[in-house]
């Protein structure tokens, strides 16, 4: 997948005329950066070391990188300073809230679905369909890039891991195979509107609208559902490594 997206970038910017810095770094001054770098550098370490180590969960680990960011910028790099805190906050606050203002709407339409049985109705729907695993797949896999344009992906794994999983497991399909798969699907969900929480984090950020987001990551999109056909069709590609720390 991540190939492929870089071969998309690649592309895309060779097609729009976008250019690279035209400088060389030397020895010494990627030396100088990485020095001056360190501390950032040291942050994923921190953060996936301590969730492997079980020192904090994943949701603590955002509270952990947050007062190491804090920490490192106030004391280290001596940039952060009252004034520019409280701008951090505000425009945190302001990213923050669009965004759970989608999700809690995205949540209640998930309790609306759950109330009335309508995951249950479309496994035995999709159950029902064929006899054949890799059609089961793409209909599943249309089904969660539907329903991920209006639900957020923790309601979806809620919701539908429990009643899609016996229905691809039972056809043979490996549950590591799937959930990959599963995610994957949640993640091109998160990318299409209306509800795709991704793009209007990147409106935020860029001040772009949503149409142009849109328009601009619908290659994008594309790609990830090749790579997801793909995966359908060669399972080994998601399957090798964990096979390999397994030994199946």
């Known amino acids: 997948v991540g190939i492929m997206l870089t071969l998309t970038a690649y592309i895309l910017s060779r097609r729009h005329g976008y250019r690279s810095v035209d400088s060389v770094v030397d020895v010494g001054e990627f030396l100088r950066a990485l020095r001056r770098g360190i501390w950032a550098i040291l942050a ?3 953060i996936l070391g301590g969730i492997y180590a079980s020192v904090f969960t994943p949701t603590e680990s955002a509270v952990v990188a947050v007062v190491y960011g804090l920490f490192v910028s106030t004391f280290i790099y001596r940039e952060m300073s009252f004034a520019k805190l409280k701008e951090t906050f505000l ?11 989608i999700i809690a709407t995205a949540t209640i339409f998930g309790q609306i679905l759950t109330l009335q049985n309508i995951p249950q109705d479309m496994a035995a729907w999709i159950a029902s369909l064929s006899d054949n695993k890799y059609v089961i797949l793409l ?3 249309a089904v969660l890039i539907f329903v991920g344009m209006w639900m957020d992906t923790i309601a979806q794994i809620i919701l539908l891991t429990p009643v899609l999983l016996p ?18 699907c949640c993640e091109i969900g998160f990318l299409t509107p209306p509800l795709g929480v991704n793009l209007f984090v990147a409106m935020r ?3 772009c609208s949503v149409e142009s987001l849109s328009r601009s990551a619908l290659p994008y999109v594309l790609v990830l559902i090749l ?3 793909l995966m359908i069709a060669f399972p080994a590609i998601t399957l090798w490594i964990p096979d390999l720390l397994y030994g199946r």
């Open 44 to 46: 994923p370490v921190i």
């Open 91 to 101: 425009f945190c606050a302001t990213i923050s809230g669009s965004v759970l203002v």
């Open 139 to 141: 209909v599943v896999c």
């Open 167 to 184: 229905v691809v497991t039972g056809m043979g399909v490996d549950p590591v195979h799937f959930g990959i798969i599963f995610v994957l």
């Open 205 to 207: 950020l860029t001040g």
């Open 227 to 229: 790579a997801i056909i």
